[in-house]
Nanobody, 115 residues
């Protein structure tokens, strides 16, 4: 079993930055893919950014140029740096890890961007 613990959400002003971190523990090694999704009230969950085992990335057009996703294989972490945040970025952000063909989800962390 794999557990995910997210941190780094909070309240930030428009134009500000936040760094989200996701730490994986349990039966997992560095051969995972991971990323972040978000869900705003009344909307479907959507991909923000994802990083694969080979470090290739997928980034949503809505945040392209404003986010950087990174991974630490030794610490089993996936980090998301978000800059120039906008009110429309407000949502619950969920960490997702894909390991041995199983998707694991974190509990979510709230990001609120004030205008």
């Amino acid at each position: 079993q794999v557990q995910l613990v997210e941190s780094g959400g909070g309240l930030v002003e428009s134009g500000g930055s936040l760094r989200l971190s996701c730490a994986a523990s349990g039966s997992i090694d560095g051969r995972f893919a991971g990323g972040w999704y978000r869900q705003a009230p009344g909307k479907e969950r959507e991909l923000v950014a994802f990083i694969n085992v080979g470090r290739s990335t997928n980034v949503a057009d809505s945040v392209k140029g404003r986010v950087a996703i990174s991974r630490d294989d030794t610490k089993k972490m996936v980090n998301l740096l978000m800059t120039n945040l906008k009110p429309e970025d407000s949502a619950v952000y969920y960490c997702n890890v894909l390991y041995e063909n199983i998707h694991y989800w974190g509990q979510g962390t709230q990001v609120t961007v004030s205008s």
